[in-house]
């Protein structure tokens, strides 16, 4: 698995215009009354905090140490989060969970291959009666949206963003220019990001052995469709 964020953890919330509130309704709506959750590429902790302040108690890794070094600083030493440098690949912790999340697009980071170990790896750290939410950018985002040369500029920020879709791998290169009183800095980030079918996620997950899983449109109650943009999934271990 090739991720890298680099001095991108510097700016990661500035470029998000993410709700992380109706995320957050979202999966609390759907965990209930599951209160110790597993979250797997965590990022700069802004669902984690959400989340920390509403008494779940989390166990948050990621595998860029700059990014959780943000989500430490972010969540001030909070008793109710712990943080640990893993690869959702292969991660192994000593605990299992009442539910796991994975948002922003984590999935998307991983290959097929990776995207079947990582369900396994969930899977076998939650306990029976669990629930298993996260998302993915579809297929219809990947080839009406991410096909083409982005340029934002705002007082203290601009940044060219390009895509180049080959065969349902995304190859990502971010160019930004963060202004420093009266000269710009240059940070250079490259990521891959992978395609993947609905479909096909939906039978990883019932490979490993998750029941009755549901797509819906983004963060919202509304069901999957064609034109949907993020595919959320919410997935049961059962007894």
């Not at 990621?62 to 959780?68: I, P, R, V, W, Y």
């Amino acid at each position: 698995m090739k991720n890298s964020y680099k001095e991108f953890s510097q700016i990661y919330d500035l470029l998000m215009d993410i709700d992380y509130e109706q995320w957050t309704n979202f999966i609390i709506d759907k965990l209930q009354d599951r209160k110790t959750v597993l979250e797997a590429a965590c990022g700069t902790g802004s669902v984690t905090k959400i989340l920390a302040d509403n008494n779940y108690k989390i166990t948050a890794f990621d595998l860029s140490e700059d990014m959780l070094m943000r989500a430490y600083e972010k969540l001030k030493r909070s008793p109710m989060v712990g943080f640990l440098k893993l690869d959702m690949v292969n991660f192994k912790i000593d605990s299992k969970f009442e539910a796991a999340i994975c948002c922003c697009d984590g999935v998307n980071y991983l290959n097929k291959d990776e995207a079947g170990s990582f369900f396994e790896r969930v899977y076998k750290h939650l306990k029976n009666d669990s629930k298993f939410i996260f998302d993915i950018s579809t297929k219809y985002k990947y080839d009406t949206i991410f096909n083409d040369t982005y340029v934002y500029e705002d007082e203290n920020i601009f940044y060219v963003w390009e895509n180049i879709n080959s065969e349902g791998i995304i190859n990502i290169e971010i160019n930004f220019f963060l202004k420093d009183e009266d000269k710009y800095t240059r940070i250079t980030e490259e990521q891959i990001q992978y395609v993947h079918k609905t479909e096909e996620i939906l039978n990883m997950l019932k490979d490993v052995g998750f029941k009755d899983v549901e797509v819906f449109d983004d963060y919202s109650q509304e069901s999957y469709s064609d034109t949907s943009l993020r595919a959320v999934f919410l997935a049961s271990k059962a007894d």
